[in-house]
């Protein structure tokens, strides 16, 4: 697909999922702190297990400084609902003990200083870049990205890193900060795993994957 192209299902997109109050994200954290250890639970666990732990986990420990002092079983039971919970119990312990140490106790705005933290890849380092600082070096890939992007085009590939590196040459830096947002939407309201719902998809014209179904029925 061509840069003229992804521009136009981005506008579709950002028309469709129009941006409120600057709120580009499904998790509910309220500072960088925050952002920083929701996002990491958030890994192959729902956005609504996360956010059910939140006000439990800050109200016991509302900053780096109060988890660094935990151990990580007295963390696990906050978060036992979420899955792999004694191994995040450990990440955001160990995450919050380096921001103390190494960090002043603010969480660091760089790519290489996130991911130098327990249970920071790069996916979860841009999510905290672009959410809590604003600062979009690159675009967080996860499996609506990675879904959305091959079928409408954007992409030929299935690796996060390559994916990345395709939709970063795509779209112009100052659609980076809604391109995770907008195709996470459409892959969870629309253009989902089993049964896409090509009748109410509003780049269906512009889309890859419809055009080698026949523009029509599966």
Not at 41 to 46: D, G, I, N
Not at 71 to 78: D, M
Not at 188 to 199: F, S
């Amino acid at each position: 697909m061509n840069r003229t192209t992804a521009c136009e299902v981005y506008r579709r997109l950002l028309l469709q999922y129009p941006v409120v109050d600057g709120r580009r994200h499904f998790l509910d954290f309220h500072n960088p702190y925050e952002t920083l250890i929701l996002t990491i639970l958030s890994a192959q666990t729902t956005d609504r297990a996360v956010n059910a732990v939140r006000d439990a986990l800050f109200s016991r420990y509302p900053t780096p400084e109060a988890l660094a002092r935990a151990e990580p079983g007295e963390v696990e039971p906050i978060i036992r609902t979420i899955g792999f919970h004694r191994t995040k119990a450990r990440h955001i312990v160990g995450a919050a003990r380096k921001i103390v140490a190494e960090f002043g106790g603010e969480v660091p705005r760089t790519m290489e200083e996130l991911r130098s933290l327990p249970g920071v890849g790069r996916k979860t380092a841009n999510i905290i870049l672009s959410q809590a600082f604003d600062i979009n070096v690159g675009i967080a890939v996860d499996t609506h990205v990675r879904r959305v992007s091959k079928r409408l085009g954007f992409t030929e590939s299935t690796n996060p890193d390559i994916i990345e590196r395709d939709l970063v040459a795509l779209f112009p830096e100052e659609a980076w900060g809604d391109i995770n947002y907008l195709l996470i939407r459409h892959g969870r309201a629309v253009c989902t795993a089993q049964n896409p719902k090509h009748a109410e998809c509003v780049v269906a014209d512009l889309c890859r994957y419809y055009r080698e179904l026949g523009g029509g029925e599966e």
